[in-house]
């Protein structure tokens, strides 16, 4: 479990978050959504203690992301597993040296165990014999892939992951939640992601807050989101002409 507490953070004078209160519960994917410079990503970041806030507190189960000693912190650094919005693979290293590097880092083993490691995520992901191949070699769905594959390499207890198909076919970026899920819900992860897809959101959204100019301004399920009464949040959900007037038509 996540739970923020009035977490706020200014860059110069900007307020970009602002008294951010939320909590996000193991197996279930919980997305954060709004229009592009909302603060998303700030608060990713802030969330994996990439970014410091300015106030607020920020508790990984009953402990407190800044009171945490060293030993803490790098404890819970094994236990996260991120995508960042790039994907951000190695360019220079094979795909399996990518997933070797953090097994390295924090677990390593013997060789052949690392790669059967290795093996079974690349699987998990539908890669299974990429292991030779470097990123310039990949599509940007299979690289999203490589990068699921490489933030779940630890067996990660709380997995973030910003907007994971931006970028993607719409059956690609279905695939993409898809496997999102089944992991969150076969190794009960506590699963945070950035998105502004409603497809995604409406696919696999078990817990949505909505931030809107850096304020959490809406939270619910996707079986509310349809019908709220939050306007900026329905200029985001209602974004085309055509479901505009769809939902003209069912009112
Ligand atoms: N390091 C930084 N320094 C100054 N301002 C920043 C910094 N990082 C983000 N911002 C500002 O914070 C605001 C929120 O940015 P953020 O990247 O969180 O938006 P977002 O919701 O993730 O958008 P998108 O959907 O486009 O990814 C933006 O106005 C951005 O310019
Ligand atoms: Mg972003």
Redesign the pocket.
Known sequence: MIRLQGISKK?GD?A?LEDIHATFLPGKVNMVI?A????????MKTMVGLVKPDAGQLFYQNLELGEMDVDQRNELRQKIGMLF?SAALFDSLTVLDNLLFPLRMFRPAPKAEMQERVAYCLERVGLAGTENLFPSELSGGMKKRVGIARAIVLEPQFLFCD?PNSGLDPKTSIRIDHLIQDITNEFQITTIV?T?DMNSVLECGDHIVFLYKGRKTWEGDRRLILNSDNEPLNELVYASRFLQQFREKAS
């Open positions: 860059f900007k970009v709004g592009s410079g909302s603060g998303k990503s700030v608060l919005q907007e950035n502004h």
